[in-house]
């Protein structure tokens, strides 16, 4: 929500598109499955001033909302170029602004939208999915973070036919020497075996931490809310090495669960996710000083390493 009404905080610098689509497209192909082929044309390209943690977010987004759009599989194609908007594309496209941008691509083959979920697509809470599967919080992030950039989305969509989000962001002055499209840059991520039960309502936040932790070789047990979460503690014998919690949730927060579930599980590790900056509302939430906390929105690698840093510490 903060995100859509463009209050979220950003920290925006200097940013190559083509860097940071290369740098998430591992993780992207582990997150949309085996069924769906990324193509990714990436052209020599301007810079944008963004923040590039948002924009990683966007992308996410975006990919899970195509993969969704393909259930059967299909082709996820990912592009940027330089283009220039003039008077005609204005003219038809509302909010949008003449000038110089970098447009980023998003486009699947899945099962489109017809006219009236396109007009609303990004509307908070608006979702075509079934109850449970989806906050309708998604897209309407997106919008928000695009349009705090400086930046417009546009959507094209048929029903049965696919569907396109295509998104400009001011490209910076000529200054700054254009980019060619880099070398994917992979870094071994820290493995592990332990046992970790992750907590947080958001789906896709929970599922992309799920996916990423499940893939460097811990047993993750998922829940979407605190409630659950004790259920399936009393309900498991095996142990559990490691609570990843989100700190604000409806009902029990991640501070009172780690509490409830330390006197059921003596010596359980705890690491909390939230996106509040606020240092405020970290203290209304019981937040304890020495407590382990790491920063929505977060890249893979500081999730990876910052779960291996709590494991590894010793038990107090």
Known sequence: ?????????????????????????????????????????????????????????????????????????????????DADLDQGYIDQHQGSHVGTYVRLAVQD??????????????????????????????????????????????????????????????RQSSTVAPSRPPAVAVHPLPTGRESILVVEDEPAVRELIFNLLHQQGYDVIEASDGDEALRIMEQTLKAIHLLVADLVMPRLGGCELAQRLALQRPGLKVLYISGYSDDSVLQREGLPASADLLRKPFTPEALSRKVREVLDKPVP
């Open 109 to 170: 083959t899945g099962i489109g939208m017809d006219g009236e979920t396109k007009r609303r697509v990004f509307e908070p809470f608006f979702t075509t999915k079934d109850v449970g599967k989806g906050t309708g919080l998604g897209l309407s992030m997106v919008y928000g973070i695009v349009k705090q950039s400086g930046g417009y989305i546009d959507v094209a969509s048929q029903f049965g036919s696919g569907s396109t989000f295509t998104i400009y962001l001011p």
């Open 1 to 81: 929500m903060l995100a859509f009404s463009r209050r979220q905080i950003l920290q925006p610098r200097p940013v190559d598109l083509n860097t940071v689509v290369s740098n998430i497209s591992p993780m992207l192909s582990r997150l949309i499955g085996e069924t769906i082929h990324i193509d990714i044309r990436l052209s020599p390209i301007g810079q944008v001033k963004a923040d590039p943690m948002q924009i990683e977010q966007v992308i996410v987004n975006l990919a899970l909302n195509a993969r969704d759009a393909m259930p059967e599989g299909g082709t996820l194609t990912i592009e940027t170029s």
